[in-house]
């Protein structure tokens, strides 16, 4: 008679390559929420409806589509419920009403500006709550990509400053880093796409209640806006924020953290504002300056120096 041994799964390894690819993809597919999204709501759509729409569907397409697929990915423990809970809140619904919030009550650039700042945060987290010490050429780098990013949303043209705007962008930040920090904590035993799957529906029925479904304007799914040099119906614009802006982007965003750590994914996150502003440039017409140009190369050139000191933080 024999005995069989258990058969353990290897342990998961993480390749940095991968990872800083999967970072920049997801930084790609959120990039185009904001064209997309300006678009739609050009038709008469609000921001508040457009988000709830973007989560909803997006959690109701990960969900049909796993549970048919994969839906063994569907399966967490009660342990996991919580992280679960405060990626779906936070990381999900938080950043995408609090950016709403304060963009609508401050300028854009500032909002986006407060959003970003989720990189300080979570180095701040790392080197004080888990008292990892960084070296110093990431500090560096986050401060090179700090001064970049307020190059890029040109943070002083109509500077005016609203007490619960702030407030809104700071909360967006923290939740921001919320999804990087749960993220990151929650892929170590989580399968990607059930951890995304998840955190949508839970998001889609938080900010349910901020835009319940009823309310949103069917009728103006059939208008035709400008977009680049087309003029597409408002469902195909809204079909590709779904589907690229969301579902594609929340999962390679979340796939690329079972290969770098937050405080790195974070920083090479903020090639998206780059990104954005230069689509809204070629699709929407917007004017690039030089200083905007700049500020690209500087924040490209701080993500870089992180990227290249994650080798080290990968551990």
Request: with cysteine; proline share 5%; net charge positive.
């Amino acid at each position: 008679m024999t005995t069989e041994l258990p058969v353990l799964a290897p342990p998961r390894v993480a390749h940095r390559g991968r990872g800083t690819a999967f970072v920049l993809l997801a930084a790609l597919f959120f990039s185009t929420s904001g064209t997309l999204g300006k678009s739609a709501m050009s038709a008469g759509i609000s921001p508040e409806q457009v988000a709830a729409a973007r989560i909803s569907l997006a959690g109701l397409v990960l969900f049909a589509g796993v549970a048919l697929v994969a839906p063994r990915k569907l399966r967490v423990r009660r342990t996991q419920l919580p992280v679960l809970a405060g990626y779906g809140l936070l990381g999900v619904a938080g950043v995408q009403l609090l950016y709403f919030v304060a963009a609508g009550r401050i300028p854009v650039g500032i909002a986006i500006l407060l959003e970003f700042v989720s990189p300080v945060l979570i180095a701040l987290w790392v080197r004080f709550v888990r008292r990892h010490r960084l070296p110093r050429s990431v500090w560096g780098g986050i401060g090179l990509a700090m001064v970049g990013l307020a190059l890029v949303a040109q943070v002083w043209q109509g500077v005016t400053l609203d007490g619960l705007g702030l407030l809104a962008g700071f909360g967006a930040a923290l939740c921001s880093a919320a999804y990087f920090l749960l993220g990151e904590r929650a892929v170590a035993d989580i399968d990607p796409l059930g951890l995304v799957t998840w955190g949508m529906v839970i998001g889609a029925v938080a900010i349910g209640f901020v835009a319940p479904p009823w309310t949103w304007p069917a009728g103006l799914l059939g208008t035709r806006v400008a977009f680049g040099a087309g003029h597409p119906p408002v469902w195909l614009l809204l079909t590709l924020l779904v589907l690229v802006a969301t579902v594609l982007a929340y999962a390679c965003g979340i796939s690329a953290l079972r290969h770098l750590p937050a405080s790195v994914a974070s920083v090479l996150g903020l090639v998206e504002p780059v990104i954005v502003t230069v689509t809204a440039w070629v699709l929407l017409g917007e004017e690039l300056t030089w200083l905007q140009l700049l500020g690209s190369a500087i924040l490209l050139a701080g993500a870089y120096i992180v990227q290249r000191k994650s080798e080290i933080l990968v551990a």
